[in-house]
């Protein structure tokens, strides 16, 4: 079966709080944040993180993500693993004809130039990206455990 693509990421932008500026300038001031995220340990246990790793590693993407870009993500927007999924998705399409191999502070700045994605963005992004029931009935033929997920599959990130 072929999976139709993943949706466009479309939201609203939200400015960002003085404390989350404040916490941006200080991260721009910590030269040690511009390494890949999978070199900096202290890192790689949080749960966002993780999810970022996941994919990066198992879909064996062509670039990497730097703590920095991480840290103002978690900062910002990222609490739970489907919203790192969703930015790592944003980065994705951003570099797709650039071809960076380390996605750092300049490239999350130019993914959300003028703010972040509200909750209602996100969910109805998440929500826009589920196979229908009719997809994942067709899906369970090929692999009983089949995701309802299109970012799941590997394919669509090619």
Not at 43 to 49: I, T
Not at 134 to 148: I, T, V, Y
Request: with cysteine; hydrophobic share 40%.
């Amino acid at each position: 079966m072929k999976l139709r693509p993943i949706p466009k990421v479309e939201f609203t932008p939200v400015p960002l709080t003085r404390e989350q500026t404040e916490e941006f300038l200080q991260l721009c001031l910590n030269p040690d944040k511009d390494k890949p995220l999978d070199e900096v340990p202290e890192l790689c246990r949080n749960v966002v993180a993780s999810a970022f790793l996941v994919k990066q590693h198992g879909f064996e993407l062509p670039y990497k993500i730097s703590a920095y870009f991480f840290l103002m993500s978690a900062l910002t927007i990222a609490d739970r693993p489907g919203i790192a999924v969703m930015i790592l998705w944003m980065a994705h399409e951003y570099n797709r004809h650039r071809g960076k191999k380390l996605l750092g502070l300049p490239e999350w700045v130019d993914i959300f130039p003028m703010g972040v994605p509200t909750d209602h963005d996100m969910k109805k992004w998440w929500d826009s990206q589920k196979l229908t029931f009719e997809e994942r009935k067709e899906k369970m033929k090929e692999w009983p455990m089949a995701s309802d997920n299109l970012v799941d599959y590997k394919e669509l990130w090619a």
